[in-house]
């Protein structure tokens, strides 16, 4: 299955090439609108992307590798990512880890039978005067117990 | 005296552009365009604004290394990659304060002679990337920002913004790897020399500040040098976002001056430990930086100087508080685990190192650690730091070398005396003597 980015797409990938000098730049915007686009950043993403801004799919998967956002097999519609570093783990969130893991069975890296959630085990996110915290997709909450990571995931179970 | 606050006013929508030019926004840099680059460079050598970021290098001497003139374009980027466990003061200023920061970008633009620069933000951060455009936006339409400038300020110069969103490596919040990142390759980290002033940015004169470091100049500016000086200890004036967290009463970031009592900060403003219990152990800037113990923070000031007095680091002033109850073993391999996660592998001490160390960290979490690997886990992080590219090296053996130096007593009651290693490794550990093997007893 070839990937060929939409013409609304295209039309960013434009802009996102203006604000840089050289063509090869707007690598990490191209890729996230791809990501948008696709899910995630399959082999067939990594050919088109590098033919588009001129490069080898070597140097675009080398960047796709390095970075921890761009998911290289399909996540879940919701990407739960919860922070256990430091500050978080301090307030608990080793317990609200292993209670999401158990809640939706499944580890780290791991996506629901159905599709709905995928999780990740995150460094920290910069929510360390509000932990513990996970992030649901782009979305941060905060401030979590048990009862709370309940009510999220559950709301978010409903609202599909 | 009132407590100064210079990123974070506390005024109501202060983050929309009209309540921000109704407090004096955006008279800055127009006082600062009716004046030449080198003299807006030299009032902030003379306010002695230290960079924020964590190496607290004197803002103004900074920008005093760009060139006069280039044939090459010159670039400046604002690191706003803020990923440092413990740190969670500019995503405030994205929220609270924009304003102040984009007016901040465009006078360090003017004195570094800058025409494009670049703002990175951390990926995660979506939410406060949609606040920081837009807040961005409104200062380019209002034309404060872009090719508007000139007729809004009727001068010749004029800078573009644009938002760089990174994906996910704290090791791109390091200067070189941040510009290796902007420039669409992977978060490496350069070896400097060639400094980014000279060699930066695809090849061309680069200056990189932190959020908070230029959010601080437009009152600087406006306000006088003199006065930005007299505020907190002299050697490194201004006030600081502290950011507060782990067991306190009162989480959160906190702007005051620099050289606060320590103390003062934990029981006065954060409200005191949880459940009134003692301290263990303090971080004072973020998990690089080499811990306090409890029993030693007594009098200890919050600023570059005086913490580095004390063996210690302001870093991002991210300070992470554990109460006596804290399992410091547990912790220290958490952080470990950070490190051994982010570490971008160029170089051998650091990639292979930050590994070792997070093993033989969860041997001790599991109790089957020894006196041994204390002692190895020390001599690990004497091996990494000063022998790698970047501070990553530092940032990964300092947690680790002076957590284990520290707290001694405490690691030592968590191991064996005893060496526990499984025969494989017993064979291997004791080769050097030249036992034959069948002398090795189960």
Same mark, same amino acid.
């Given at each position: 299955?070839? !990937?060929?980015?939409?013409?609304? *797409? ?31 950043? @399959? ?7 590098? @033919? ?34 430091? @500050? ?21 890296? $791991?996506?629901? $039978?159905?599709?709905?959630? @995928? ?6 996110? $910069?929510?360390? $005067?509000?932990?513990?915290? !996970?992030?649901?997709?782009?979305? !941060? !909450?905060? *401030? ?13 179970? *409903?609202?599909? | ?442």
């Amino acid at each position: 299955m070839t !990937f060929k980015f939409t013409l609304e *797409n295209t039309k960013r990938i434009e802009e996102a090439v203006k604000r840089y000098p050289h063509k090869n730049a707007a690598l990490m915007p191209v890729l996230y609108i791809a990501q948008e686009q696709e899910g995630w950043i @399959s082999q067939e993403v990594i050919k088109e992307v590098a @033919s588009v801004l001129e490069m080898t799919a070597e140097e675009v998967l080398g960047v796709v590798t390095f970075y921890s956002m761009y998911h290289t097999k399909p996540a879940g519609k919701y990407h739960l990512q919860v922070c256990t570093n430091v @500050s978080c783990m301090l307030h608990g969130a080793v317990v609200i880890y292993d209670h999401v893991k158990d809640k939706l069975k499944i580890e780290n890296g $791991g996506v629901t $039978g159905d599709g709905l959630f @995928s999780l990740e085990e995150v460094e920290c996110m $910069g929510s360390c $005067g509000t932990a513990p915290m !996970f992030a649901i997709n782009e979305d !941060f !909450f905060e *401030n979590l117990n048990i009862q709370k990571v309940d009510e999220i995931i559950e709301s978010f179970k *409903n609202q599909d | 005296m009132p407590m100064e606050k210079i990123v974070l006013p506390g005024i109501k929508d202060f983050h929309l552009i009209d309540v921000y030019e109704q407090y004096g926004g955006y008279t800055a840099i127009k006082k600062a365009l009716s004046q030449s680059p080198d003299d807006i460079i030299d009032q902030v050598k003379k306010s002695g604004l230290r960079g924020r970021g964590g190496a607290a290098f004197s803002a103004g001497l900074k920008w005093s290394f760009m060139p006069k003139s280039s044939v090459k374009p010159a670039y400046l980027c604002i690191n706003g990659d803020e990923s440092e466990p413990g740190s969670f003061k500019d995503r405030q200023i994205f929220e609270f304060n924009p304003h102040q920061l984009i007016e901040g970008i465009l006078i360090a633009a003017y004195a570094t002679r800058v025409k494009t620069t670049y703002i990175y933000i951390r990926g995660e951060y979506h939410k406060w990337i949609k606040l920081f455009e837009k807040a961005l936006s409104d200062a380019c339409a209002k034309g404060y920002a872009g090719e508007k400038m000139k007729k809004t300020f009727g001068t010749d110069f004029f800078v573009d913004i644009y938002v760089h969103k990174g994906a996910g490596a704290y090791i791109c919040g390091e200067e070189s790897a941040l510009m290796n990142s902007i420039e669409g390759k992977r978060g490496y980290p350069r070896v400097k020399p060639p400094f980014p002033a000279q060699n930066g940015l695809w090849g061309c004169p680069t200056t990189i500040n932190n959020v908070e470091t230029v959010t601080n100049v437009p009152p600087i500016i406006n306000k006088g040098w003199e006065w930005f000086s007299k505020i907190g200890e002299p050697k490194h004036p201004g006030t600081l976002l502290y950011g507060i967290s782990g067991h306190v009463n009162k989480p959160g970031v906190y702007e005051l001056p620099t050289g606060m009592l320590l103390t003062d900060l934990i029981y006065n403003y954060a409200g005191g430990v949880i459940n009134n219990k003692k301290i263990l152990c303090v971080i004072p800037g973020g998990s690089s930086m080499p811990p306090l113990r409890g029993d030693q923070i007594e009098g200890v000031k919050m600023d570059a100087e005086s913490l580095k007095a004390y063996g210690t680091s302001i870093g991002t002033a991210g300070v992470i508080v554990m109460d006596e109850d804290t399992d410091l073993v547990k912790t220290l391999a958490r952080i470990a685990k950070f490190y051994y996660h982010e570490s971008c592998g160029q170089c051998t001490p650091c990639r292979e190192g930050t590994g070792w160390m997070l093993k033989i960290l969860n041997r001790l979490v599991r109790g089957e650690g020894s006196t041994h690997d204390l002692d190895l886990l020390v001599s690990i992080a004497f091996n990494i730091e000063g022998n790698t590219i970047c501070a990553l090296g530092e940032a990964a053996a300092w947690p680790v070398r002076y957590t284990i130096t520290r707290f001694r007593d405490y690691f030592e009651k968590r191991v064996s005396r005893e060496v526990i290693l499984p025969v494989a490794n017993k064979v291997h550990s004791m080769r050097h003597t030249a036992f034959p093997l069948a002398d090795i007893k189960e």
